[in-house]
């Protein structure tokens, strides 16, 4: 039996491997930070780039900005960072390493939910739901990538997996029971909260079920349904303790970087517009037209098919519904800008589909040929996702298209870079001014320089303080006209480098 397991496992993992690579995902590995949301892949890849040079510190985080000072930053869990940054030091820099990784969580994620879909359907449907929810444009796009909203679902999926296991029933597999399974469960969840709050939707759907279980009139069954309470409430340990150690670290060093925040709109219209803003961009990337709408109506539908649902299923796929709309409803104002945050909510479509798979399993044998429409219906989807996920995630790397959006071209400062490496006076020791950069890390992440940013949205005010206050050595300019606006308040600016429209002065001061 055990055997046969690793077979399946085996099979998975090829075909797995053999997807992405024809979906074009392992084509980037090597890429640098680019395409949508370019800022925020810098911002975390910058955590793994500081760990590398400053020493492997987990305690205490570091971007690239403000770094002539402190660049040490509140924020969720840093594990994929660090542990790229331990590769880093292994195998030399390269940000290979850090895609690497976060796909290796994905992976395990997504072989757990095979195997959880597996418990409920045969091995072919439970690979086209598998592929179903890697092509959405959204997964696609970063499922290699530098967000750690990827690792957090990949190990929330773990998570799942191992708590269906070991404490809901099934008609005929018996349940985990080994203390590895146990540890690695607690391990997972509470990895996953930590590196993402978001997932704490999660945790609570499961302390939600277990805690219904205690009620006759629910009729819900969790095997050692007091063990399954002691191990979420452990669950809970280190992201409660990281809280409060990045609340440390935003109260002694200033930044609250990535914490986060519940935005309040303080009118109604601003609501609406959140929505409106949202609604017009980000849902056709989560799943493509017209799927997304199909979806989102099956996500209703297990309401009335309470009789052909297990009870635990039932309730787990309604709860985790209810809190994943109330955490979008709340933070609309942040989603709006954002299509990565829907991540670490796709498992409310994962449950949901779960949930009418056994509801499609009550079918009658009589009426098998629903069974076969359903099919072919399932392959047509998933081929329609594909095709739209394959297509987004080549826009997304495409310079020129609407969906690239990388605020600057990062092959041109990787070139400048090298450059500057010939050069002994420049290093991650001086301080420096990048601009015009519309986000905190990117120029100073691709030039693995430390320092302050500028841009158009910054006054006088704002220059004379970096000039005068940290005392900066090097300018890195990609305009004119912020170059005259600083050659007017130092000595001179003499030329050290430059690449296309990019140079690099040093500054003499008054």
């Known amino acids: 039996m055990q055997g046969r397991h690793l077979y399946t496992i085996l099979a998975f993992l090829i075909a797995w ?54 660049g040490i930053v509140s924020c969720e869990l840093p594990l994929t960072a660090y542990l790229s940054a331990v590769l880093y030091k292994a195998f030399s820099y390269d940000e290979f390493w850090f895609r690497l990784l976060s796909f290796c969580f994905f992976t395990a994620g997504m072989l757990a939910l095979f195997l959880w879909l597996k418990t409920r359907v045969n091995a072919i449907v439970a690979f086209l739901l598998v592929i179903l929810l890697q092509s959405s444009p959204i997964l696609m796009f970063y499922s290699a990538g530098f967000l750690p909203d990827i690792t957090a679902l990949g190990l929330a999926l773990v998570a799942w997996f191992l708590f269906a296991r070991l404490f809901l029933p099934h008609p005929y597999l018996p349940s985990y029971k080994h203390w590895m399974l ?34 006759p009139s629910f009729k819900i069954t969790i095997h050692q349904r007091k063990e399954a309470l002691v191990l979420l409430v452990l669950s809970c340990l280190i992201p409660i303790a990281w809280f409060f150690w990045s609340r440390h670290l935003s109260m002694t060093h200033n930044s609250q970087y990535f914490m986060m925040r519940v935005p309040i709109p303080e009118h ?36 009335f098919l309470k009789k052909y649902i297990s009870n635990e299923l039932w309730f787990i796929a309604i709860i985790n519904l209810f809190g994943s709309l109330c955490f979008l409803f709340l933070m609309i104002d942040q989603f709006k800008y954002h299509d990565y945050y829907i991540i670490c909510l796709m498992p409310s479509f994962i449950i949901n589909w779960l949930a009418l798979s056994e509801a499609i399993g009550k079918i009658p044998a009589k009426l098998w040929y629903i069974k076969i429409i359903l099919l072919i219906a399932l392959v047509q989807i998933v081929s329609v ?34 450059k500057l490496t010939q050069l002994h006076s420049i290093n991650r020791n001086s301080c420096v001014i990048a601009g015009i950069d519309p986000s905190p890390n990117n120029i100073l992440y691709m030039m693995h320089l430390r320092g302050h940013r500028v841009s158009p949205e910054h006054d006088s005010a704002r220059l004379n303080h970096i000039i005068y206050g940290a005392h900066p050595e090097y300018f890195i300019s990609n305009d004119s006209t912020l170059e005259q606006r600083i050659n007017k308040m130092v000595d001179s600016m003499a030329l050290v480098a430059s690449h296309n429209t990019i140079k690099v002065y040093r500054l003499y001061q008054d």
């Not at 949508?36 to 955590?47: E, G, K, N, P």
Request: net charge negative.
């Open 17 to 70: 491997l053999l997807f992405c690579y024809s979906a074009g995902i392992t084509s980037h590995f090597s890429a640098l930070p680019s395409g949508v949301h370019q800022s925020a892949q810098c911002d975390r890849a910058s955590l793994a780039q500081n760990y590398y040079y400053d020493g492997l510190n987990f305690l205490y985080p570091e971007v690239n900005e403000n770094r002539c000072i402190d």
């Open 268 to 303: 109604w219209s601003d609501y609406q517009t959140a929505w409106l803003i949202y609604l017009a961009n980000w849902p056709q990337q989560t799943f493509s037209e017209p799927l997304i709408y199909l979806f989102t109506g099956l996500l209703f539908l297990p309401i």
């Open 385 to 418: 996702q594909y095709n739209g996920g394959t297509v987004n995630l080549q826009e997304r790397y495409t310079v020129g298209n609407y969906w690239e959006q990388s605020h600057i071209n990062a092959q041109s400062y990787d070139s400048l870079r090298q």
């Open 182 to 215: 146990k540890l690695l469960f607690v391990l997972s969840l509470s990895l996953a909260v930590a590196t993402k709050t978001t997932v704490a939707i999660q945790l609570l759907t499961m302390l939600g079920v277990v805690s219904l279980s205690f009620l």
